[in-house]
């Protein structure tokens, strides 16, 4: 059985989704960082850098306990656990763990930049907004090309879409028009159409907020509170 600490956001919803596309029994353990649940002892012992989504593997390698953290090393770990959703020939693994680093290198990153100068900044910073809405449109122009005759990223469906999708289907808050780039149109509606990523994408989804954050919610992301909370360190 696997633990899942899970919140319903874009890094969440990956781990969600390979969960219910693999038929692997879980318990999900609900991690409210909203209110700064991220931050309490207990949740810090499993996820160092206090960020969801993390999981507790009973049956880890060696029939060991695994604790994880960090949604990328989280989907190849259950891609190599199941063997399923990551090419069996070496040189077709390596393309999809390529793309999963796009993903986790520069998709979550830029995306997030450009969702927060849009929906969480206090003010607008018009350079902040142009610079990052630039490379999210740059990042989805390599996108686009890549699925050119292609219907995933790496070929076959694999954690690489998974990683992918969830930062597409929050394109409103970085008001991105996808049908200016229709490979990926084509391939956000093919991908959203297996019942696995369904399952996986309605995980608490009665809980999700994104963007127009409160008081409280933006301290606990980007004030203080962030640095002393849980660790004990001064401000």
């Known amino acids: 059985m696997i633990d899942f600490y899970f919140w319903p956001t874009p890094n969440g919803k990956k781990v969600a989704i390979m969960l219910e596309e693999c038929g692997l029994p879980y318990t999900l353990k609900p991690v409210n960082i909203l209110q700064g649940e991220q931050f309490e ?15 507790v593997d009973a049956d880890g390698p060696d029939g060991q306990p ?5 949604s990328g090393a989280i989907l ?10 990551i090419a069996e020939s070496e040189h077709g693994r390596y393309r999809v763990i390529e793309w999963l680093n796009f993903q986790t290198a520069s998709v979550g990153p830029m995306f997030g930049q450009c969702g927060h100068f849009l929906g969480y900044a206090p003010e607008k ?13 740059r990042l989805y122009g390599v996108l686009d090309e890549r699925l050119d005759g292609r219907d995933y990223v790496a070929d076959a469906y694999s954690i690489a879409d ?24 084509r391939w956000f509606d093919a991908v959203g159409q297996r019942e696995g990523v369904q399952r996986g994408m309605q995980l608490l989804k009665d809980q999700e907020i994104i963007g127009n954050p409160t008081d409280e919610t933006r301290e ?13 360190r001064p401000a």
Do not use: C
């Open 125 to 137: 910073i018009p350079y902040a907004i142009e610079r990052y809405q630039n490379e999210t449109k």
């Open 220 to 232: 606990a992301f980007f004030g203080k509170t962030q640095i002393t909370r849980g660790r004990g």
């Open 76 to 85: 190849q770990f259950l891609a190599d656990k199941t063997g399923r959703f």
């Open 66 to 70: 695994l604790t994880l953290f960090e």
């Open 162 to 185: 998974m990683a992918i999708y969830p930062w597409i289907e929050v394109r409103w808050l970085h008001e991105i028009d996808i049908d200016q780039y229709p490979n990926v149109r």
């Open 41 to 55: 002892h207990g949740f810090l012992a499993i996820s160092a850098n206090n960020k969801i989504p993390a999981i």
